[in-house]
Structure formats: structure tokens, C-alpha cells
């Protein structure tokens, strides 16, 4: 049984940070109906800057804890204004165009990747830890700081989650991905809204960069492989359903967890992408698709 519930923590860790990666690529495609593919590099350009930041402001006596709290808030508040020039200057002439916000975003995202790679190098770097010590939570043993970092992941998501379902910015979101054109008629500016939406995704991913620095080994790429398992998640649970792209993302977390314990990583991503296409095939709208 302790097996177990060290495979339930290892599969909550992985899955809050997939959800709030996973939440903001369904919310870009549910109000503007375009495919990120450079969402990776936000929560990327996060981890960078941290790995950057922290180093910087601890050589300057700042205490380790209030270092990471201001390297946070600077990446994300960095991160924001690079997804704010992106919606002007690019995907604002793409919205509701799958085909060319595709070859945008994926043009957009080597680009970055690149610069990232030129700026920063190619050497990885681990941050120091943030907090010490170990934990038990139901029936598993944790780091103190995976835990802590977990539970506002988590928090950061259900909160979000509220804030779709039952503030007046949440209904607007959810009726311009309905229908923006009734939307519109309704009186709700849907240029504002599909930036206001892209902003919140934006920072959904900056805020698990950041959650994930002091964990997580940062490099020039390291946010390619987050993409990737959010699209499976995403596709898995349905384009656009911000329940579906929950169910995708824990969904995920198990197989990795699971999978990664019994047989070995490269199996864990095979068995996710078999299942993808078991999905595609017998339901192509995803578990919660429905458009």
C-alpha cells in the first residue's frame, strides 16, 4: 500500500503544474481559437530569468526565500509583457485562423527557442532549494518544498477554475468561446476579452515556471517538453474544456508516475502517445470535446 500512495503523491506533484500549463493553452484555443505553440516558451523565458535573477539578487545578500519572491514577480511580470507584444504584434492578425496561428506560433517559437539559446547558453542549471526537509501525505514521502509548491499549483488552478465558472470576465470568456459572434452582439468587446484572455493564459504558464524553478532543471529548451505533454492533455480531455484539460493533464501525471515506476520513462511517453490516438480514433472531440 505505501507504493501506492508514493505513486498518488509523485502522480499530484506532476499533475499541478501540466493543469496550469494545460489550463492556459485551452483558454488561448477556447476564445481565440488558436493552437499556442510558443506557450512553452513563456513558462520557459520564466524559468530562465529566475535562473538568472536569483543568482544575481542572493549575490547582492538578499535572503534566499525574498530573492526567489523577486525573481518571481520580475519573470512574470517580463513574461506578460513578452505575451502582450506577441497578442499585438502577431496573433491579434490570427484569431479564429487555426492554419496560419499554427504556422505563426510554431515560427514564433523557434525564434524564441533560439534567442533563448543564443542569451543563455546550453548549459543546464539547477537553483538552489528553497525550503529543506521531508514530508509524509497520504501514505508517500515528499520534499516539504514539492509539497508547498504542489498546494498552490493546485490552489492557483481551482482558484482560476472559480474565477471562469462565476466572475463577469470568466462568463465573458466562456461566451466568446461559444459564440463570439452573439457574444459580440451582446455588447462584450471581443478584441478585450480575447486579450484579456491570452494575458491570463500567459500567466498561468509563468506562474508554473515559476512554482517549478527551485525543482526542476532549467536549460534554453526546457519548455518543449511541457508543451508537448500540454497538448496531450489537451487533446486527451477535448480542445477548449477546461474540465477535459484537467482530466488530460492528471491523466498524464498517472501514466508518467506510474509508468516511469514499473517500466521506464520512454515507456511512460509511448503509452501517452498510444493513448492519444485511442482517444483520436474512438472519440476525435476528446473525452470532453464538444465542438
Known amino acids: ?65 525574498l530573492a526567489y519572491a523577486l525573481a518571481g514577480v520580475l519573470a512574470i511580470a517580463a513574461t506578460l509583457l513578452l ?38 547558453g546550453g548549459i543546464p542549471v539547477k537553483l538552489p532549494d528553497l525550503i529543506e526537509g521531508n514530508m509524509h501525505v497520504l501514505g508517500g514521502a515528499v520534499t516539504t518544498q514539492r509539497f508547498i509548491l504542489t498546494v498552490i499549483a493546485l490552489f492557483t488552478a481551482v482558484a482560476m477554475c472559480w474565477a471562469i465558472a462565476s466572475t463577469r470576465m470568466g462568463k465573458a470568456l466562456r461566451a466568446v468561446s461559444e459564440d463570439y459572434e452573439a457574444a459580440m452582439l451582446q455588447g462584450i ?69 506510474v509508468g516511469g515506476y514499473y517500466f521506464d520513462p520512454s515507456v511512460a511517453t509511448l503509452a501517452m502517445f498510444v493513448i492519444t490516438m485511442l482517444v483520436l480514433l474512438i472519440r476525435p472531440k476528446g473525452i470532453m470535446g464538444n465542438g
Open 1 to 65: 500500500m505505501e507504493i501506492y500512495g508514493q505513486l498518488l503523491v509523485n502522480s499530484l506533484q506532476i499533475s499541478a503544474a501540466y493543469i496550469l500549463f494545460s489550463l492556459g493553452l485551452t483558454l488561448i484555443f477556447g476564445v481565440m481559437k488558436v493552437i499556442n505553440f510558443a506557450h512553452g516558451e513563456f513558462f520557459g523565458l520564466t524559468l530562465l530569468l529566475m535562473a538568472i535573477g536569483v543568482p544575481l539578487l542572493t549575490g547582492g545578500t538578499l535572503p534566499l526565500p
Open 83 to 120: 505575451g502582450w507584444f506577441l497578442y499585438h504584434f502577431a496573433f491579434r492578425k490570427f484569431q479564429r485562423d487555426m492554419i496560419g496561428s499554427f504556422v505563426l506560433s510554431v515560427g514564433l517559437s523557434l525564434l524564441l527557442q533560439g534567442i533563448f539559446l543564443e542569451v543563455y
Open 189 to 257: 468587446p471581443y478584441r478585450r476579452i480575447a486579450l484579456y484572455g491570452f494575458l491570463i493564459a500567459t500567466f498561468l504558464a509563468a506562474i508554473a515556471g515559476a512554482l517549478l524553478a527551485p525543482v526542476t532543471v532549467i536549460s534554453a529548451n526546457v519548455g518543449a517538453d511541457y508543451l508537448i505533454k500540454g497538448f496531450i492533455a489537451i487533446v486527451i480531455g477535448g480542445l477548449g474544456s477546461i474540465p477535459g484539460s484537467i482530466i488530460g493533464s492528471i491523466m498524464i501525471a498517472v501514466i508518467e508516475s
